[in-house]
């Protein structure tokens, strides 16, 4: 059976109808504008603008949160990293599971509960303002742009996968109009137009991928057994048993699998664009029901990722995978089109157009109103703002991101989408997370040990890429087969993360004067009780 399927699936690719997927991708993008559109008639206020008013239930808020989540990395990147790798590459399904639990224990409702608008709002709540924020929001920056760089990588190789372009200028200019869209999306309809694309997305998404699984079941006879047994068979791998052990891609170094387990797990809990969706709705029980949602939501659709990565590498075949514009990060829209042809492949790749949309649309808002609402509003103009001003400066933040990700996008094409996504949570683990851990756990921690650790964690977790195979003396690397990498690892994590909780520590025990015990008292009891909350949110 795998080798009819194998041979079927370059035929099915061979069908590939670029018209009818342009088609899907036109009535897709116009259906979310006309939502986008619809939804921005009330943004009024900074709160309409960056927080939809707080307007939406716990459900809603949850498919939310799943369709902020479940980024290309996920879909594309994690399916072809399977469909390559076997078992590690269902590691980043673990991790990125793993990752949500530690958001949700640890920071998750407690941020609901002192914030604002940003993350910086938690952060400095208790320490002094203009420091904390300005370093705050440069952290939240450098994170959304390593997310936009995987997003972006992520759209050019879909894209150039239905419409058969292989040049990379093609695959430029695809990004290009990917970046464009971006932009219109987040001017038009900020976060509550983009929350109704997330919404529509994570539902598309999470049916689209399900009916892939039951159809590779079916074809199958609904045996795990027997669709293992298929990948086997088609893996190009040395013994091909290998594929469904450990070790295929870290086995040589088994640190740098230590390194992005650490930075997986850790990383959500210090993601700005996923925690800044807890802003969005009125409650803290509303925050806490939409966190429920959005588990059941990610871990069914992780699970998924299962079946759908072993299911290409049995029905397309790692080979055809690799071979194919957009590389590692096609599998999954080459399964569909072996499933079920230009129609079924259309249909994924809009979803999978759609979800990097989403992602991009929600990670560029989360940038700008941390550049326009900590560093504008609060360091520069030390809160003398128009009560629009704000909200302007946010549009034109969002053209400058949209142009920034559109030339790092263009920088980082055939990577994969679920490794870059990876550097992104190890610089918001090394970064974000100590800072924000220290803020709602630890009474004397101080204004230094928070900028410390900021810049301390996001200068150690990005020197550290630069120095690694991610750019240098690698086929996959950003400068292909230039140079010698000084640091041999992929990931950053293992050193950048305790580096950063090491600083936060290391200045607040050096600090000469300690911070005001009655507003670190006053943040222990409004984030554990959400008490007094509701009503500075909407001062």
Not at 141 to 154: D, K, N, T
Not at 236 to 259: K, T
Not at 317 to 330: D, E, F, R, Y
Not at 401 to 417: D, K, S, T
Request: with cysteine; net charge positive.
């Amino acid at each position: 059976m795998s080798s009819i399927l194998v041979a079927a699936a370059p035929a099915a690719n061979a069908e590939n109808n670029p018209v009818l997927n342009i088609s899907i991708f036109g009535a897709f993008v116009a259906v979310t504008l006309f939502i986008v559109i619809r939804a921005s008639r009330n943004n009024k206020t900074a709160a309409d603008y960056y927080a939809a008013g707080r307007s939406f239930t716990g459900p809603q808020n949850g498919f939310a949160i799943a369709g902020d989540y479940l980024s290309a990395a996920s879909f594309l990147g994690i399916v072809g990293a399977i469909a390559i790798n076997g078992y590690d590459g269902f590691l980043y399904s673990i991790g990125f599971l793993v990752a949500w639990l530690v958001a949700l224990l640890l920071v998750a409702e407690l941020m609901r509960n002192t914030g604002k608008f940003t993350m910086a709002d938690v952060l400095s709540f208790r320490l002094k303002q203009r420091p904390v924020r300005l370093a705050a929001a440069i952290t939240t920056l450098a994170v959304c742009f390593f997310y936009l760089l995987a997003q972006m990588a992520g759209a050019g190789g879909l894209v150039s996968l239905l419409l058969g372009i292989t040049e990379s200028v093609g695959q430029s200019v695809v990004v290009a109009v990917v970046g464009v869209l971006m932009i219109v999306y987040v001017l038009i309809g900020g976060m509550k137009g983009t929350t109704w694309v997330q919404i529509v997305k994570a539902f598309l998404l999470i049916g689209g991928a399900v009916v892939m699984t039951i159809w590779v079941l079916a074809i199958n006879g609904f045996s795990l057994d027997t669709l293992l047994g298929a990948a086997v068979e088609a893996s190009n791998r040395d013994p091909q048993e290998a594929i469904l052990g450990p070790g295929l891609q870290y086995g040589a170094n088994p640190w740098d699998f230590l390194s992005l387990a650490i930075a997986l797990v850790l990383g959500t809990a210090g993601l700005p664009h996923v925690l800044m969706r807890f802003y969005t709705v009125p409650t803290a029980k509303e925050a806490r029901r939409s966190v429920v949602w959005a588990i059941w939501l990610i871990g069914l659709f992780y699970l998924l990722t299962l079946v759908l990565g072993y299911g290409a590498g049995a029905i397309v075949g790692p080979a055809t995978i690799a071979a194919a514009p957009g590389g590692v990060n096609s599998a999954a829209p080459l399964l569909a089109a072996a499933l079920g042809g230009p129609v079924l492949l259309g249909f994924i790749s809009a979803v999978a157009f759609a979800t990097i949309l989403a992602v991009v649309a929600g990670l560029t808002i989360t940038a700008a109103a941390s550049f326009a609402h900590d560093i504008y509003a609060n360091v520069v103009k030390k809160g003398n703002v128009p009560p629009d001003g704000e909200v302007k400066v946010a549009r034109r933040t969002v053209i400058v991101i949209g142009v920034l990700a559109i030339l790092g996008g263009i920088g980082v094409q055939g990577q994969n989408v679920a490794f870059l996504v990876a550097l992104a949570f190890a610089v918001a683990a090394s970064a974000n997370l100590p800072t924000i851990l220290f803020s709602l756990f630890w009474r004397k921690f101080t204004t230094r040990g928070a900028v410390w650790s900021m810049y301390g964690g996001l200068v150690t977790a990005i020197v550290l890429i630069v120095l690694s195979p991610v750019f240098w003396g690698m086929p996959t690397s950003v400068f292909k087969d230039v140079g010698t990498a000084i640091w041999p690892l992929n990931n950053p994590g293992i050193v950048s993360i305790p580096v950063g909780f090491f600083l936060g520590w290391l200045g607040s025990v050096t600090s000469r004067k300690a911070e005001d015990a009655k507003k670190a008292a006053e943040m222990e009891v409004r984030s554990l009780t959400g008490y007094g909350a509701e009503k500075a949110v909407d001062h």
